[in-house]
């Protein structure tokens, strides 16, 4: 039996259970993550899991809305006409990389549900994704207007980035190894969306 754990307190169940979950779920994946290792993770029966979470479908959905729901809401700010178009699309690529650095569970996640291909899980992952996809395109596109590069396919660059930077977070240690200590993803939003070269720090 899970002993509540001495932060219990001051940290709510719901909270305290959806934190375990994302991270399992990041783990092991939908289908391998059970209910009793989330309740363990989090310092409560699985009876109790179960009060807040009717089953493990319910409870998946409720990590991927409040990570999603946390990168609009880190994103948000960067679509409001505060300073420049190149500046609020690179600050745009930054928050998103800061957000993957403080939801590290996020990238691997979404990666390991990009590729299951056992039911709805894939479908359950484009069904937050793509809004967030559209929306930037779409402002990209309004925004941007006269401002990005001539010709660039908005979407494909747009996914280009994020999803390089989703695979280098969700490869943890390997990502060094493979891409280097240098994040570039600025850089190549910069160059990509604005055919300049990154300025010299």
Known sequence: MARPRLDSIKIPTRLRILTAAEQRFARAGYAEASLADIAADAGIRRASLLYHFESKERLYQSVLETLFKALAESLSEHFLPTASFEDRMLGLTKAYLD??????????????????????????IGDYFEPVINTIESWVEREGKGRVTPGLDVRAALLLI??????????????????????????????????VPDEPE
């Open 99 to 124: 957000f993957l650095t403080e939801r590290p569970a996020f990238a691997a996640l979404v990666v390991r549900d990009i590729i299951d291909d056992r039911g709805e899980t894939r479908n359950r």
């Open 162 to 195: 994020g999803s390089d930077a989703l695979l280098r977070r969700a490869s943890g240690p390997l990502g060094d190894r493979l891409w280097g200590p240098t994040e570039r993803s600025l850089e190549f939003s910069r160059k990509l969306f604005f055919g």
